[in-house]
């Protein structure tokens, strides 16, 4: 068949990769450049001044082997090689407290006074911790079903620690984040206040883009803007902008949502009612050398992410997660929702993202999506299909890739 991919980023060019060979695929991405959410500075973003040979993440950047098994699985087909990186993290509260994970004091290069301090303070969360843990295990989907994460967490410091941990996973504003529905958010984070490790890739995120990209036998079509995307029963009939009509039997959309009936012109009252609710969410990542916003706090660990509750964001540190030589001296930031922290002076790229703004509503609908993926031509992939993380892009190609008969992993 002749199948048309709306969508060049994860979830798409894992699609195309799986149905490739199967069928005739034609990806096409509105973006300039190909990845979605996948940015790497120095290989699918250019960036002036930044030295070669170092790589920078923008986006997705680590990923947990235990939790992340057909990711991991399609990075060993790619031969795509991975790093360990550590399992820590830190919380900056507003009051100046600092806690600091089990990872994080292992790793410290403070002295063992402050070391023991630092022990003491996150054991005194521990029992809260366990006690969570324990309820989120044993949680039903149908008892999760059309709650708020608010409804479901308290006011300790754990559970702004656990909510501002969904602002890392999602990049979803602090003040939203407690609206986002519990039958995503409590599993996620079930799963990764657990024992987990973590991956990076070498060379950066993109290098699995590239790869899919050196075996892909369809075509590429970038700054691809859909100006017509309808369906009946001779095929789907998709045009670009400036461009004649082009038929296809199928029609896989992989982009976020809210798009969805933005880019269909033919919708169905069931397709209307399925995506109505959704809504986008636009989200800068900056990347830069200031370290002064740990400084300010006294702090002298940098963690893979710290969590700050104000200004609520987050800052990943690059060098460890992209394996940034210690020789070159400069340490690399990734941050959201800082910007009033860093010197402007210091900020090497602002990386724009969209992302969905995941509400009760709009996340009841998935499993009439997902069971009429397929109906009018249409399929549909991407991490919001899932758990809202690379996982889900990989198993939701996966999906699309079972009902066309193309490959699995």
């Known amino acids: 068949m002749e199948i048309a991919i709306i969508g060049g980023g994860a979830a798409g060019m894992i699609t195309a990769y799986l149905l490739d060979g199967a069928h005739r695929v034609t990806v096409y991405e509105r973006q300039p450049i190909l990845g979605g959410n996948i940015r790497t500075l120095g290989r699918n973003v250019a960036v002036a ?14 990923f947990s082997p235990e939790r992340f098994t057909k990711l991991h699985r399609l990075f060993a087909e790619l031969a795509i090689e ?11 509260l507003a ?24 022990a003491l303070r996150l054991a005194r969360l521990l029992p809260a911790l366990h006690r969570f843990r324990r309820r989120a295990g044993r949680a039903r989907a149908d008892e999760l079903a059309g709650r708020r994460l608010d409804e479901v967490l308290g006011d300790g410091v ?26 995503l958010t409590i ?67 992989a982009t976020t949502p809210e798009r969805v009936l933005e880019l269909l012109s033919d919708p169905s009252e069931a397709e209307v009612r399925r995506f109505a609710a959704w809504r986008g969410n636009d989200v800068d990542a900056v990347i830069h050398t200031d370290s002064g916003l740990y400084r300010r706090r006294g702090i002298v660990d940098y963690s893979e992410f710290d969590l700050f509750e104000d200004p609520p964001g987050y800052n990943a540190y690059l060098n ?15 941050s959201y929702n800082l910007e009033r922290e860093i010197d402007p002076a210091k900020i090497l790229h602002v990386q724009p993202h969209r992302t969905p703004l ?33 996982e889900g892009a990989v198993r939701s190609a996966l999906a699309v890739s079972e009902r066309l008969g193309g490959r699995s992993l």
Not at 49 to 62: A, C, H, R
Not at 82 to 92: D, F, K, M, Y
Not at 95 to 118: C, H, N, T, W
Not at 320 to 334: E, N
């Open 82 to 92: 991975l790093r360990p990186v550590p399992a820590a993290t830190g919380l900056c």
């Open 358 to 390: 995941y509400a009760v509503d709009a996340y009841a609908e998935l499993d009439a999506i997902r069971g009429a993926n397929g109906e009018r031509r249409t399929y549909f992939a991407g991490a919001w299909l899932g758990d809202g993380l690379h």
């Open 187 to 253: 599993p996620t984070l079930h799963a990764f206040t657990g024992d987990v490790s973590w991956t990076s890739v070498v060379g950066g995120i993109y290098r699995y883009i590239e790869a899919i990209l050196a075996r892909l036998r369809g075509e590429v079509v970038t700054s691809a803007i859909v100006d017509e995307l309808r369906r009946d029963e001779a095929g789907v009939h998709l045009r670009l902008r400036g461009a004649e009509p082009r038929r296809f039997d199928a029609v896989v959309i």
């Open 158 to 183: 754990l559970d702004e620690w656990l909510r501002l941990l969904m602002v890392y996973a999602y990049s979803i504003p602090r003040d939203q984040v407690g609206a986002m529905p519990a039958a």
């Open 95 to 118: 009051d100046g407290r600092v806690f600091a994970s089990q990872g994080k004091i292992a790793g410290s290069r403070a002295g063992a006074l402050v070391r023991l301090r630092e």
């Open 49 to 62: 001044g930044l030295p070669e040979g170092v790589f920078l993440d923008s986006g997705v950047i680590e």
């Open 320 to 334: 460890r997660l992209c394996g940034i030589d210690p020789a070159r001296g400069v340490d690399y930031h990734f």
